[in-house]
Protein backbone atom coordinates (compact mmCIF):
# COMPACT_ATOMS: atom_id res chain seq x y z
CA UNK A 1 0.00 0.00 0.00
CA UNK A 2 2.72 1.88 -2.44
CA UNK A 3 13.36 6.74 -7.56
CA UNK A 4 16.26 7.73 -8.64
CA UNK A 5 18.21 9.96 -10.67
CA UNK A 6 21.86 9.08 -12.44
CA UNK A 7 22.78 6.61 -14.88
CA UNK A 8 24.04 3.11 -13.49
CA UNK A 9 25.27 -0.53 -14.17
CA UNK A 10 22.54 -2.64 -14.94
CA UNK A 11 24.19 -4.95 -12.10
CA UNK A 12 23.30 -2.55 -9.82
CA UNK A 13 19.41 -3.25 -10.68
CA UNK A 14 20.28 -6.67 -10.57
CA UNK A 15 21.52 -6.42 -6.83
CA UNK A 16 17.86 -4.49 -5.93
CA UNK A 17 16.04 -7.00 -7.45
CA UNK A 18 14.77 -9.41 -5.17
CA UNK A 19 14.57 -12.02 -7.52
CA UNK A 20 17.37 -10.75 -10.10
CA UNK A 21 16.89 -8.79 -12.73
CA UNK A 22 19.03 -9.51 -15.96
CA UNK A 23 20.93 -7.24 -17.98
CA UNK A 24 19.62 -5.43 -21.06
CA UNK A 25 22.34 -2.76 -22.23
CA UNK A 26 25.24 -2.30 -21.45
CA UNK A 27 26.09 1.35 -20.87
CA UNK A 28 28.02 3.35 -23.52
CA UNK A 29 30.69 5.77 -23.24
CA UNK A 30 29.82 7.95 -25.82
CA UNK A 31 27.96 11.10 -24.82
CA UNK A 32 25.02 12.13 -25.92
CA UNK A 33 23.80 15.39 -26.97
CA UNK A 34 21.01 16.82 -23.99
CA UNK A 35 18.59 17.67 -26.83
CA UNK A 36 18.53 14.08 -28.33
CA UNK A 37 18.30 12.70 -24.94
CA UNK A 38 15.45 15.28 -23.77
CA UNK A 39 13.69 14.13 -26.47
CA UNK A 40 13.70 10.44 -26.39
CA UNK A 41 13.20 10.91 -22.52
CA UNK A 42 10.17 13.00 -23.56
CA UNK A 43 8.58 10.37 -25.32
CA UNK A 44 9.25 7.20 -23.01
CA UNK A 45 8.19 9.68 -20.43
CA UNK A 46 4.70 10.25 -22.46
CA UNK A 47 4.20 6.88 -23.38
CA UNK A 48 4.91 5.76 -19.42
CA UNK A 49 2.08 8.11 -18.92
CA UNK A 50 -0.49 6.60 -21.33
CA UNK A 51 -0.03 2.82 -20.22
CA UNK A 52 -0.24 4.06 -16.69
CA UNK A 53 -3.79 5.70 -17.43
CA UNK A 54 -4.58 3.37 -19.35
CA UNK A 55 -4.19 1.07 -16.10
CA UNK A 56 -5.94 3.16 -14.00
CA UNK A 57 -8.92 2.66 -16.11
CA UNK A 58 -9.00 -0.73 -15.87
CA UNK A 59 -9.36 -0.27 -12.26
CA UNK A 60 -12.57 1.51 -10.67
CA UNK A 61 -10.78 1.47 -7.58
CA UNK A 62 -7.38 2.59 -7.86
CA UNK A 63 -9.18 5.56 -9.51
CA UNK A 64 -11.00 6.48 -6.50
CA UNK A 65 -7.86 6.10 -4.27
CA UNK A 66 -6.34 8.35 -6.68
CA UNK A 67 -9.08 10.80 -6.56
CA UNK A 68 -10.55 10.22 -10.35
CA UNK A 69 -14.80 9.73 -10.48
CA UNK A 70 -14.52 7.70 -13.35
CA UNK A 71 -16.47 4.52 -13.33
CA UNK A 72 -17.68 5.57 -9.56
CA UNK A 73 -19.86 3.09 -9.19
CA UNK A 74 -18.03 0.11 -10.23
CA UNK A 75 -15.71 -2.45 -7.90
CA UNK A 76 -12.48 -3.20 -9.42
CA UNK A 77 -12.41 -6.98 -10.48
CA UNK A 78 -10.75 -9.48 -8.37
CA UNK A 79 -10.71 -12.17 -10.12
CA UNK A 80 -7.91 -15.18 -11.44
CA UNK A 81 -8.58 -14.12 -15.18
CA UNK A 82 -8.16 -10.25 -14.64
CA UNK A 83 -4.70 -10.75 -12.39
CA UNK A 84 -3.79 -12.98 -15.47
CA UNK A 85 -4.72 -10.66 -17.89
CA UNK A 86 -2.74 -8.05 -16.34
CA UNK A 87 0.54 -9.55 -16.20
CA UNK A 88 -0.17 -10.50 -19.80
CA UNK A 89 -0.50 -6.78 -20.43
CA UNK A 90 2.94 -5.95 -18.54
CA UNK A 91 4.82 -8.22 -20.39
CA UNK A 92 3.37 -7.02 -23.65
CA UNK A 93 3.78 -3.22 -22.55
CA UNK A 94 7.91 -4.12 -21.28
CA UNK A 95 8.37 -5.78 -24.51
CA UNK A 96 6.73 -2.81 -26.32
CA UNK A 97 9.13 -0.31 -24.77
CA UNK A 98 12.19 -2.12 -25.82
CA UNK A 99 10.68 -2.01 -29.27
CA UNK A 100 10.48 1.31 -29.50
CA UNK A 101 12.68 3.29 -27.55
CA UNK A 102 16.09 3.68 -27.66
CA UNK A 103 17.77 3.00 -24.18
CA UNK A 104 21.25 4.92 -24.91
CA UNK A 105 19.33 7.88 -26.00
CA UNK A 106 17.63 8.24 -22.50
CA UNK A 107 18.34 10.81 -19.79
CA UNK A 108 19.51 9.27 -16.11
CA UNK A 109 16.12 9.44 -15.24
CA UNK A 110 14.31 8.02 -18.05
CA UNK A 111 16.86 5.15 -17.92
CA UNK A 112 15.80 5.08 -14.20
CA UNK A 113 12.37 4.49 -15.04
CA UNK A 114 13.18 1.88 -18.21
CA UNK A 115 14.91 -0.52 -15.46
CA UNK A 116 12.09 0.10 -12.75
CA UNK A 117 9.72 -1.44 -15.50
CA UNK A 118 11.31 -4.28 -16.39
CA UNK A 119 11.74 -4.96 -12.93
CA UNK A 120 8.54 -4.37 -11.95
CA UNK A 121 7.89 -6.78 -14.49
CA UNK A 122 10.29 -9.58 -12.84
CA UNK A 123 8.62 -9.28 -9.12
CA UNK A 124 5.13 -9.59 -10.74
CA UNK A 125 6.56 -12.74 -12.31
CA UNK A 126 8.08 -14.05 -9.71
CA UNK A 127 5.04 -13.21 -7.57
CA UNK A 128 2.20 -14.62 -10.13
CA UNK A 129 2.79 -18.67 -9.20
CA UNK A 130 1.52 -17.87 -5.62
CA UNK A 131 -0.85 -15.98 -6.23
CA UNK A 132 -3.75 -17.89 -4.18
CA UNK A 133 -0.77 -17.62 -1.47
CA UNK A 134 -2.35 -14.97 0.33
CA UNK A 135 -5.43 -14.75 2.66
CA UNK A 136 -8.11 -13.23 1.25
CA UNK A 137 -10.06 -12.98 4.46
CA UNK A 138 -7.84 -12.18 7.10
CA UNK A 139 -7.96 -9.69 10.02
CA UNK A 140 -5.22 -6.77 8.39
CA UNK A 141 -6.08 -6.38 4.82
CA UNK A 142 -9.19 -8.74 4.50
CA UNK A 143 -11.99 -7.61 1.95
CA UNK A 144 -14.40 -7.94 4.82
CA UNK A 145 -13.45 -5.35 6.05
CA UNK A 146 -11.49 -3.37 3.15
CA UNK A 147 -15.20 -2.69 1.59
CA UNK A 148 -16.66 -0.60 4.47
CA UNK A 149 -13.22 0.71 4.61
CA UNK A 150 -12.95 1.71 1.10
CA UNK A 151 -16.71 3.13 0.77
CA UNK A 152 -15.92 5.52 4.06
CA UNK A 153 -12.90 6.46 3.77
CA UNK A 154 -12.02 6.86 -0.09
CA UNK A 155 -15.58 7.55 -1.55
CA UNK A 156 -16.61 10.80 -1.39
CA UNK A 157 -19.37 12.29 -1.58
CA UNK A 158 -19.86 15.91 -2.92
CA UNK A 159 -23.14 15.62 -5.19
CA UNK A 160 -26.12 13.76 -5.71
CA UNK A 161 -24.09 11.76 -8.48
CA UNK A 162 -21.79 10.40 -5.69
CA UNK A 163 -24.00 9.29 -3.81
CA UNK A 164 -25.78 7.58 -6.43
CA UNK A 165 -22.43 6.09 -7.24
CA UNK A 166 -22.51 5.09 -3.57
CA UNK A 167 -25.81 3.50 -3.63
CA UNK A 168 -24.56 1.25 -6.60
CA UNK A 169 -21.10 0.43 -5.38
CA UNK A 170 -23.33 -1.05 -2.29
CA UNK A 171 -25.75 -3.23 -4.79
CA UNK A 172 -22.43 -4.41 -6.52
CA UNK A 173 -20.99 -6.04 -2.91
CA UNK A 174 -22.87 -9.58 -4.01
CA UNK A 175 -20.12 -9.78 -7.07
CA UNK A 176 -17.39 -7.66 -5.72
CA UNK A 177 -17.79 -9.47 -2.08
CA UNK A 178 -18.91 -13.23 -4.39
CA UNK A 179 -15.74 -12.85 -6.28
CA UNK A 180 -13.65 -13.23 -3.48
CA UNK A 181 -15.49 -15.87 -1.60
CA UNK A 182 -15.37 -18.09 -4.44
CA UNK A 183 -10.91 -17.04 -4.15
CA UNK A 184 -10.88 -18.16 -0.59
CA UNK A 185 -12.85 -21.65 -1.29
CA UNK A 186 -10.22 -21.98 -4.30
CA UNK A 187 -7.42 -21.30 -2.21
CA UNK A 188 -8.56 -23.70 0.51
CA UNK A 189 -9.06 -25.91 -2.01
CA UNK A 190 -5.31 -25.93 -2.48
CA UNK A 191 -4.35 -26.30 1.20
CA UNK A 192 -4.10 -22.46 1.60
CA UNK A 193 -5.88 -21.51 4.71
CA UNK A 194 -5.44 -19.04 7.16
CA UNK A 195 -4.26 -20.27 10.43
CA UNK A 196 -8.00 -21.09 13.00
CA UNK A 197 -7.24 -18.00 15.19
CA UNK A 198 -8.16 -15.66 12.14
CA UNK A 199 -11.66 -17.20 11.66
CA UNK A 200 -12.85 -15.23 14.92
CA UNK A 201 -11.20 -11.99 13.90
CA UNK A 202 -12.88 -11.85 10.55
CA UNK A 203 -16.03 -12.96 11.03
CA UNK A 204 -16.44 -10.61 13.78
CA UNK A 205 -15.67 -8.17 11.41
CA UNK A 206 -18.54 -9.47 8.84
CA UNK A 207 -21.28 -9.69 11.15
CA UNK A 208 -20.32 -6.31 12.72
CA UNK A 209 -20.71 -4.63 9.95
CA UNK A 210 -24.51 -5.84 8.94
CA UNK A 211 -25.39 -5.06 12.71
CA UNK A 212 -27.64 -2.40 13.37
CA UNK A 213 -30.05 -0.21 11.17
CA UNK A 214 -31.43 -1.32 8.57
CA UNK A 215 -30.60 -4.81 9.59
CA UNK A 216 -31.84 -4.46 12.94
CA UNK A 217 -32.87 -1.51 14.96
CA UNK A 218 -35.13 1.94 13.66
CA UNK A 219 -34.39 3.82 11.33
CA UNK A 220 -34.13 7.35 14.03
CA UNK A 221 -30.11 6.70 13.45
CA UNK A 222 -29.33 5.80 16.85
CA UNK A 223 -27.90 2.65 15.82
CA UNK A 224 -27.35 2.64 12.38
CA UNK A 225 -25.00 -0.04 10.59
CA UNK A 226 -21.29 1.51 10.04
CA UNK A 227 -22.40 2.24 6.35
CA UNK A 228 -25.71 3.00 7.03
CA UNK A 229 -24.17 5.76 9.34
CA UNK A 230 -21.71 6.87 6.76
CA UNK A 231 -23.85 7.28 4.10
CA UNK A 232 -26.18 9.55 5.88
CA UNK A 233 -23.64 11.22 7.49
CA UNK A 234 -22.64 12.26 3.62
CA UNK A 235 -25.78 12.84 2.40
CA UNK A 236 -26.47 15.67 5.57
CA UNK A 237 -23.30 17.21 5.00
CA UNK A 238 -24.47 17.94 1.20
CA UNK A 239 -28.03 19.15 2.66
CA UNK A 240 -26.16 21.25 5.30
CA UNK A 241 -24.21 23.12 2.36
CA UNK A 242 -27.65 23.25 -0.24
CA UNK A 243 -26.00 20.94 -2.65
CA UNK A 244 -29.14 18.61 -1.44
CA UNK A 245 -32.41 19.33 -0.47
CA UNK A 246 -33.54 17.60 3.02
CA UNK A 247 -36.70 15.38 0.79
CA UNK A 248 -33.63 14.35 -1.63
CA UNK A 249 -31.08 13.05 1.09
CA UNK A 250 -33.89 11.19 2.53
CA UNK A 251 -34.69 9.42 -0.57
CA UNK A 252 -30.88 8.23 -1.08
CA UNK A 253 -30.75 7.31 2.63
CA UNK A 254 -33.47 4.99 2.28
CA UNK A 255 -32.65 3.83 -1.53
CA UNK A 256 -29.13 3.08 0.36
CA UNK A 257 -30.87 0.88 3.20
CA UNK A 258 -32.51 -0.80 0.54
CA UNK A 259 -29.52 -2.10 -0.84
CA UNK A 260 -27.71 -2.73 2.17
CA UNK A 261 -30.78 -5.16 3.38
CA UNK A 262 -31.40 -6.91 -0.62
CA UNK A 263 -27.37 -6.64 -1.56
CA UNK A 264 -25.28 -6.27 1.03
CA UNK A 265 -26.41 -8.32 4.09
CA UNK A 266 -27.00 -11.38 2.12
CA UNK A 267 -23.29 -10.73 0.12
CA UNK A 268 -22.15 -11.02 3.23
CA UNK A 269 -24.38 -14.03 5.10
CA UNK A 270 -22.76 -15.84 2.44
CA UNK A 271 -19.49 -15.05 3.26
CA UNK A 272 -20.08 -15.83 6.88
CA UNK A 273 -21.17 -18.87 5.97
CA UNK A 274 -18.00 -19.96 3.94
CA UNK A 275 -15.88 -18.61 6.66
CA UNK A 276 -17.54 -21.12 9.66
CA UNK A 277 -17.70 -24.01 7.16
CA UNK A 278 -13.90 -23.00 6.66
CA UNK A 279 -13.40 -22.62 10.22
CA UNK A 280 -14.67 -26.04 11.47
CA UNK A 281 -11.18 -27.25 9.49
CA UNK A 282 -8.75 -24.99 10.23
CA UNK A 283 -5.34 -25.77 11.88
CA UNK A 284 -3.25 -23.84 14.14
CA UNK A 285 0.24 -24.30 12.05
CA UNK A 286 0.97 -20.76 11.55
CA UNK A 287 3.88 -20.65 9.43
CA UNK A 288 4.11 -19.93 5.50
CA UNK A 289 6.24 -23.27 6.05
CA UNK A 290 2.26 -25.46 5.79
CA UNK A 291 1.42 -24.18 2.40
CA UNK A 292 2.09 -25.40 -0.95
CA UNK A 293 5.37 -24.51 -2.17
CA UNK A 294 5.84 -22.71 1.68
CA UNK A 295 9.51 -22.39 1.78
CA UNK A 296 10.00 -20.97 -1.79
CA UNK A 297 6.86 -18.39 -1.28
CA UNK A 298 8.17 -17.01 1.83
CA UNK A 299 11.52 -16.47 0.01
CA UNK A 300 9.76 -14.47 -2.96
CA UNK A 301 8.33 -12.62 0.22
CA UNK A 302 11.59 -11.92 1.97
CA UNK A 303 12.89 -10.69 -1.37
CA UNK A 304 9.87 -8.57 -2.23
CA UNK A 305 9.50 -6.92 1.28
CA UNK A 306 13.48 -6.18 1.52
CA UNK A 307 14.36 -5.69 -2.36
CA UNK A 308 17.85 -7.74 -1.21
CA UNK A 309 18.57 -11.09 -1.47
CA UNK A 310 19.16 -11.58 2.24
CA UNK A 311 18.93 -15.22 3.52
CA UNK A 312 15.76 -15.75 6.33
CA UNK A 313 18.49 -17.05 8.25
CA UNK A 314 20.88 -13.92 8.12
CA UNK A 315 17.76 -11.79 8.56
CA UNK A 316 17.03 -14.06 11.94
CA UNK A 317 20.83 -13.11 13.16
CA UNK A 318 20.77 -9.42 11.73
CA UNK A 319 17.47 -9.55 14.28
CA UNK A 320 19.27 -11.16 17.38
CA UNK A 321 22.21 -8.99 17.01
CA UNK A 322 19.96 -5.30 16.82
CA UNK A 323 17.85 -6.55 19.61
CA UNK A 324 20.71 -6.97 21.90
CA UNK A 325 22.43 -3.52 21.04
CA UNK A 326 18.93 -1.96 21.75
CA UNK A 327 18.68 -3.87 25.03
CA UNK A 328 21.78 -2.24 26.08
CA UNK A 329 20.83 1.44 25.27
CA UNK A 330 17.36 0.62 27.48
CA UNK A 331 19.66 -0.86 29.90
CA UNK A 332 21.38 2.68 30.14
CA UNK A 333 18.21 4.91 30.44
CA UNK A 334 17.07 2.56 33.06
CA UNK A 335 20.28 3.00 35.04
CA UNK A 336 19.54 6.77 34.22
CA UNK A 337 15.73 6.69 36.01
CA UNK A 338 17.70 4.67 38.92
CA UNK A 339 15.25 2.11 38.17
CA UNK A 340 16.63 -1.23 40.41
CA UNK A 341 15.67 -4.64 39.14
CA UNK A 342 16.56 -6.29 35.47
CA UNK A 343 15.84 -5.26 32.13
CA UNK A 344 12.09 -7.75 32.12
CA UNK A 345 11.30 -6.32 35.31
CA UNK A 346 11.87 -2.57 33.89
CA UNK A 347 9.47 -3.79 30.99
CA UNK A 348 6.90 -5.03 33.17
CA UNK A 349 6.99 -2.04 34.90
CA UNK A 350 6.90 0.24 31.59
CA UNK A 351 3.82 -2.60 30.94
CA UNK A 352 1.79 -1.50 33.59
CA UNK A 353 2.34 1.66 35.77
CA UNK A 354 -0.65 3.43 34.86
CA UNK A 355 1.43 6.91 34.33
CA UNK A 356 2.09 6.14 30.55
CA UNK A 357 -1.61 4.90 29.59
CA UNK A 358 -4.90 7.03 28.93
CA UNK A 359 -7.98 5.92 30.42
CA UNK A 360 -10.51 3.15 28.70
CA UNK A 361 -12.70 6.32 28.34
CA UNK A 362 -14.02 8.07 25.76
CA UNK A 363 -12.00 11.10 27.51
CA UNK A 364 -8.72 9.21 27.62
CA UNK A 365 -8.73 8.39 23.53
CA UNK A 366 -9.68 12.41 22.89
CA UNK A 367 -6.53 13.01 25.33
CA UNK A 368 -4.29 10.77 23.16
CA UNK A 369 -5.44 12.22 20.20
CA UNK A 370 -4.91 15.61 20.85
CA UNK A 371 -1.33 14.71 22.09
CA UNK A 372 -0.77 12.99 18.87
CA UNK A 373 -2.15 16.21 17.26
CA UNK A 374 0.15 18.59 18.99
CA UNK A 375 3.75 16.31 18.91
CA UNK A 376 2.78 16.35 15.28
CA UNK A 377 1.76 20.50 15.29
CA UNK A 378 5.38 20.57 16.68
CA UNK A 379 7.25 18.36 14.11
CA UNK A 380 5.69 20.57 11.52
CA UNK A 381 7.42 23.91 12.60
CA UNK A 382 10.78 21.92 13.09
CA UNK A 383 10.73 20.81 9.74
CA UNK A 384 12.98 23.38 7.59
CA UNK A 385 15.61 22.35 10.11
CA UNK A 386 15.11 18.68 8.12
CA UNK A 387 14.14 19.27 4.56
CA UNK A 388 13.97 22.11 1.68
CA UNK A 389 11.54 20.36 0.20
CA UNK A 390 7.49 19.87 1.69
CA UNK A 391 4.21 18.31 0.42
CA UNK A 392 0.99 20.54 -0.28
CA UNK A 393 -1.05 18.01 0.82
CA UNK A 394 -2.10 18.38 4.48
CA UNK A 395 -2.21 15.43 6.80
CA UNK A 396 -4.79 14.53 10.04
CA UNK A 397 -5.16 12.43 12.84
CA UNK A 398 -7.50 10.08 13.19
CA UNK A 399 -9.02 7.20 15.89
CA UNK A 400 -9.21 3.83 13.68
CA UNK A 401 -13.27 3.48 12.80
CA UNK A 402 -15.37 1.32 15.56
CA UNK A 403 -16.26 -1.37 13.00
CA UNK A 404 -12.38 -2.44 12.31
CA UNK A 405 -10.69 -1.32 15.55
CA UNK A 406 -10.86 -4.50 16.96
CA UNK A 407 -9.11 -6.59 14.20
CA UNK A 408 -7.15 -3.49 12.58
CA UNK A 409 -3.21 -2.54 13.16
CA UNK A 410 -1.72 -0.77 16.03
CA UNK A 411 -1.18 2.63 13.60
CA UNK A 412 -1.49 2.87 10.08
CA UNK A 413 -1.32 5.99 7.02
CA UNK A 414 -3.28 6.47 4.13
CA UNK A 415 -2.40 8.71 1.44
CA UNK A 416 -3.68 12.05 0.23
CA UNK A 417 -5.62 12.07 -2.49
CA UNK A 418 -3.47 13.59 -5.37
CA UNK A 419 -6.01 16.41 -6.55
CA UNK A 420 -5.93 17.69 -2.82
CA UNK A 421 -9.69 16.61 -2.27
CA UNK A 422 -8.93 13.86 0.41
CA UNK A 423 -5.83 14.69 3.14
CA UNK A 424 -3.36 12.43 4.27
CA UNK A 425 -4.56 10.17 7.91
CA UNK A 426 -2.67 9.01 10.51
CA UNK A 427 -4.68 6.30 12.41
CA UNK A 428 -4.44 5.45 15.97
CA UNK A 429 -5.98 2.41 17.10
CA UNK A 430 -7.24 2.56 20.20
CA UNK A 431 -9.88 -0.02 21.04
CA UNK A 432 -7.35 -1.33 23.93
CA UNK A 433 -5.97 1.97 25.54
CA UNK A 434 -3.49 -0.76 27.34
CA UNK A 435 -2.50 -1.43 24.35
CA UNK A 436 -0.92 2.41 23.47
CA UNK A 437 1.72 3.46 25.84
CA UNK A 438 1.90 7.23 26.03
CA UNK A 439 5.96 6.81 26.17
CA UNK A 440 5.35 5.47 22.65
CA UNK A 441 3.17 8.11 21.50
CA UNK A 442 5.80 10.48 19.54
CA UNK A 443 7.33 7.99 17.82
CA UNK A 444 4.61 6.58 16.57
CA UNK A 445 2.91 9.88 15.64
CA UNK A 446 6.31 10.51 13.61
CA UNK A 447 6.26 7.04 12.39
CA UNK A 448 3.45 7.42 10.53
CA UNK A 449 2.57 11.13 10.43
CA UNK A 450 5.16 13.61 10.41
CA UNK A 451 8.36 13.34 8.96
CA UNK A 452 7.53 9.91 8.06
CA UNK A 453 5.21 8.44 5.95
CA UNK A 454 3.41 11.72 5.09
CA UNK A 455 6.34 13.45 4.04
CA UNK A 456 7.74 10.44 2.31
CA UNK A 457 4.12 9.25 0.20
CA UNK A 458 2.84 12.89 0.13
CA UNK A 459 6.20 14.41 -1.64
CA UNK A 460 6.68 11.19 -3.80
CA UNK A 461 3.52 11.91 -5.42
CA UNK A 462 3.59 15.58 -6.18
CA UNK A 463 7.03 14.89 -7.83
CA UNK A 464 6.89 16.60 -11.55
CA UNK A 465 9.27 15.24 -14.50
CA UNK A 466 8.74 11.32 -13.56
CA UNK A 467 5.73 8.85 -14.49
CA UNK A 468 3.24 8.17 -12.50
CA UNK A 469 4.17 4.86 -12.08
CA UNK A 470 6.79 5.92 -9.93
CA UNK A 471 4.82 8.13 -7.82
CA UNK A 472 2.22 6.13 -7.03
CA UNK A 473 4.60 2.87 -6.91
CA UNK A 474 6.24 1.46 -3.74
CA UNK A 475 9.21 -0.68 -1.52
CA UNK A 476 8.30 -1.76 1.63
CA UNK A 477 11.89 -1.56 2.37
CA UNK A 478 11.99 2.18 1.10
CA UNK A 479 9.11 3.41 2.69
CA UNK A 480 9.37 1.43 5.68
CA UNK A 481 12.99 2.02 6.16
CA UNK A 482 12.16 5.82 6.01
CA UNK A 483 8.96 5.54 8.65
CA UNK A 484 11.29 4.07 11.32
CA UNK A 485 14.40 6.24 10.19
CA UNK A 486 12.20 9.18 10.60
CA UNK A 487 11.83 7.79 14.41
CA UNK A 488 15.52 8.02 15.38
CA UNK A 489 15.54 12.17 13.55
CA UNK A 490 14.08 13.83 16.01
CA UNK A 491 16.24 12.83 18.73
CA UNK A 492 18.96 14.65 16.99
CA UNK A 493 16.58 17.87 17.25
CA UNK A 494 15.95 17.36 20.89
CA UNK A 495 13.11 15.36 21.25
CA UNK A 496 12.50 12.36 23.40
CA UNK A 497 14.14 14.94 26.60
CA UNK A 498 12.15 12.82 28.73
CA UNK A 499 14.15 9.85 29.26
CA UNK A 500 11.08 7.55 29.18
CA UNK A 501 9.89 9.21 25.74
CA UNK A 502 13.13 8.07 24.60
CA UNK A 503 12.64 4.69 26.08
CA UNK A 504 9.17 5.08 24.23
CA UNK A 505 11.53 5.41 20.83
CA UNK A 506 14.08 2.59 21.53
CA UNK A 507 10.92 0.49 22.62
CA UNK A 508 9.63 1.28 18.86
CA UNK A 509 12.99 0.35 17.11
CA UNK A 510 13.46 -2.89 18.97
CA UNK A 511 10.29 -4.21 17.82
CA UNK A 512 10.91 -3.64 14.23
CA UNK A 513 14.52 -5.81 15.32
CA UNK A 514 12.42 -8.39 16.58
CA UNK A 515 10.07 -8.76 13.86
CA UNK A 516 13.45 -9.92 12.01
CA UNK A 517 13.73 -13.14 14.68
CA UNK A 518 10.00 -13.67 15.01
CA UNK A 519 8.56 -13.27 11.12
CA UNK A 520 11.83 -15.28 10.11
CA UNK A 521 10.97 -17.93 13.19
CA UNK A 522 7.68 -18.68 12.41
CA UNK A 523 7.71 -18.61 8.54
CA UNK A 524 11.43 -20.65 8.02
CA UNK A 525 12.21 -21.93 11.59
CA UNK A 526 7.92 -23.34 12.38
CA UNK A 527 8.05 -21.47 15.73
CA UNK A 528 4.28 -21.57 17.04
CA UNK A 529 2.51 -18.19 17.74
CA UNK A 530 2.92 -18.79 21.13
CA UNK A 531 7.06 -19.08 20.79
CA UNK A 532 6.52 -15.97 18.77
CA UNK A 533 4.38 -14.01 21.35
CA UNK A 534 6.54 -15.02 24.25
CA UNK A 535 9.99 -13.80 22.23
CA UNK A 536 8.11 -10.58 22.16
CA UNK A 537 7.40 -10.64 25.68
CA UNK A 538 10.70 -11.17 26.73
CA UNK A 539 12.75 -9.00 24.71
CA UNK A 540 10.21 -6.24 23.93
CA UNK A 541 8.28 -3.54 26.65
CA UNK A 542 5.51 -3.84 24.70
CA UNK A 543 1.93 -5.54 26.60
CA UNK A 544 0.52 -8.70 25.74
CA UNK A 545 -1.98 -7.86 24.16
CA UNK A 546 0.41 -5.81 21.93
CA UNK A 547 2.16 -9.00 21.27
CA UNK A 548 0.11 -10.96 20.57
CA UNK A 549 -2.35 -8.43 18.03
CA UNK A 550 1.59 -8.18 16.01
CA UNK A 551 1.92 -12.09 15.62
CA UNK A 552 -1.26 -12.23 14.03
CA UNK A 553 -0.10 -10.01 11.93
CA UNK A 554 2.77 -11.32 10.74
CA UNK A 555 1.51 -14.30 10.56
CA UNK A 556 -0.69 -13.37 7.56
CA UNK A 557 1.62 -11.20 6.30
CA UNK A 558 4.66 -13.38 5.57
CA UNK A 559 7.90 -10.96 5.10
CA UNK A 560 6.11 -7.69 5.14
CA UNK A 561 7.62 -7.37 8.81
CA UNK A 562 11.07 -7.08 7.57
CA UNK A 563 11.54 -4.49 5.57
CA UNK A 564 11.37 -1.73 8.20
CA UNK A 565 14.40 -2.85 10.37
CA UNK A 566 16.39 -4.13 6.74
CA UNK A 567 15.43 -0.46 4.92
CA UNK A 568 16.15 1.79 7.93
CA UNK A 569 19.75 0.01 8.63
CA UNK A 570 20.64 0.75 5.11
CA UNK A 571 19.28 4.35 5.55
CA UNK A 572 21.58 4.67 8.58
CA UNK A 573 23.96 3.41 7.06
CA UNK A 574 24.00 5.88 4.02
CA UNK A 575 23.78 8.83 6.17
CA UNK A 576 26.76 7.89 8.26
CA UNK A 577 28.62 7.28 4.85
CA UNK A 578 28.08 11.02 4.00
CA UNK A 579 28.58 12.58 6.97
CA UNK A 580 32.25 10.76 7.08
CA UNK A 581 32.77 11.54 3.70
CA UNK A 582 31.50 14.90 3.99
CA UNK A 583 32.58 15.89 7.45
CA UNK A 584 31.11 20.04 8.04
CA UNK A 585 29.83 19.85 4.39
CA UNK A 586 27.08 17.47 5.67
CA UNK A 587 23.96 18.78 5.55
CA UNK A 588 21.14 16.86 6.63
CA UNK A 589 18.25 18.63 4.47
CA UNK A 590 20.35 17.77 1.68
CA UNK A 591 20.60 14.11 2.50
CA UNK A 592 17.24 13.50 2.98
CA UNK A 593 16.44 15.50 -0.39
CA UNK A 594 18.28 12.77 -2.28
CA UNK A 595 16.45 10.05 -0.06
CA UNK A 596 13.43 11.50 -1.37
CA UNK A 597 13.65 13.38 -4.10
CA UNK A 598 12.91 10.22 -6.98
CA UNK A 599 10.03 8.45 -5.20
CA UNK A 600 10.51 4.59 -3.42
CA UNK A 601 13.43 3.09 -5.11
CA UNK A 602 15.19 -0.38 -4.12
CA UNK A 603 17.10 -0.22 -1.65
CA UNK A 604 20.31 -1.07 -3.81
CA UNK A 605 19.46 1.95 -6.28
CA UNK A 606 19.21 3.70 -3.16
CA UNK A 607 22.52 3.13 -2.10
CA UNK A 608 23.95 4.11 -5.90
CA UNK A 609 21.99 7.58 -5.78
CA UNK A 610 23.66 8.41 -2.17
CA UNK A 611 27.19 7.35 -3.46
CA UNK A 612 26.52 8.83 -6.59
CA UNK A 613 25.48 12.55 -4.71
CA UNK A 614 28.65 11.81 -2.53
CA UNK A 615 31.27 11.37 -5.91
CA UNK A 616 29.79 15.09 -6.99
CA UNK A 617 29.84 16.69 -3.98
CA UNK A 618 33.35 15.50 -3.27
CA UNK A 619 34.45 16.21 -6.77
Known amino acids: MYITRSAFALALLAAAAACGTAPAHEPVNTALSAEAAETESARLNAWFETKFDAAVA ?92 FLINQHTVTSAADAEAYIARLNGVPAYLGQHVDNARASAGLGIKPPAFVYDYVLSDARGLITGYPFSGKDDGSADSPLMADIRAKTAALVTNGSLTAEAAADLNARAAAALVTSVGPAYEAAIAELERQQKTATKDDGAWKLPDGEAYYNMRLAQMTTTDLTADEIHQIGLDEVARIHAEMQAIMTQVGFKGSLQDFF ?260 ETVDAWLAGKKA
Open 348 to 607: EFMRTDPRFYKPETPEGRAEYLAEAEAAIAKMKGDLPKLFNTFPKADMVVKAVEPFREKSAGKAFYSRPAPDGSRPGIYYANLYVMADMPTYQLEALAFHEGIPGHHMQIAIAQELEGIPSFRKFGGYTAYSEGWGLYTELVPKELGYYSDPYSDFGRLAMEIWRAARLVVDTGIHDKKWTREEAVKYLMDNTPNPQGDCEKAIDRYIVMPGQATAYKIGMLKIVELRERARAQLGDKFDIREFHDIVLRDGPVPLAVLE
Open 58 to 149: RDPMRQTYLGIKDRYDEWSDPSEAFERAELEIQRAEVAEMKASFDFEKLDPQAKLSWRLAEYELERAEAAFPFRNHNYTFNQMFGVQSGIPA
